[in-house]
């Protein structure tokens, strides 16, 4: 009996700070939910940039947005191929757009979780319509990303 006690002992002194350090199942789910997030995000921005190429200004509000999104989509010659408007996977929110002299400057969302810088395989280059989306975050919250007109979205 001491000895699956003494097991026991050890299987959780093993495992208590392996909760600690990763944060256990819910942190992960919270990261998981941030990854979807930024993907939906790109895919925005990319929207936003075709529009742009297109000469189609971008309206204010969200309904109005998708009415000149399905218009796009439906007579545009180029479909622009990584661009879908997407709303937060999660809340099922539009997500924020800031507007600057009549133009979307910055794009937003609200995060679950702080972000590591990534400098790995999927880190964003300058081409792509968010440069700053892998920057590190300090914080849960609200985060903005200046949307790159200049990308080369498809």
């Not at 939910?33 to 930024?38: A, N, S």
């Not at 989509?73 to 929110?93: H, M, Q, W, Y």
Request: overall charge negative; hydrophobic content about 40%.
């Amino acid at each position: 009996m001491a000895m699956g006690t003494g097991l026991i002992v050890i299987v959780l002194a093993a495992i208590v700070p392996g909760l600690a350090v990763t944060g256990g199942p819910g942190e992960a789910r919270r990261q998981k939910e941030d990854q979807l997030r930024e993907t939906a995000l790109l895919s925005t921005a990319n929207a936003l940039v075709c529009l742009q190429e297109a000469g189609v200004d971008i309206p204010e509000t969200h309904e109005q947005l998708e009415a000149a999104w399905q218009t796009y989509r439906s007579s545009a010659p180029d479909k622009c191929f990584n661009g879908e408007l997407r709303v937060d996977p999660i809340t099922e929110a539009p997500f924020a757009l800031v507007q600057k002299e009549g133009q979307v400057t910055q794009i937003c969302a609200d995060f679950a979780t702080q972000r590591e810088q990534d400098d790995g395989l999927f880190s964003y280059q300058s081409t792509n319509a968010l440069p700053t989306l892998s920057d590190r975050r300090d914080k849960a919250g609200q985060h903005c990303f200046a949307i790159n007109y200049s990308a080369e979205v498809g």
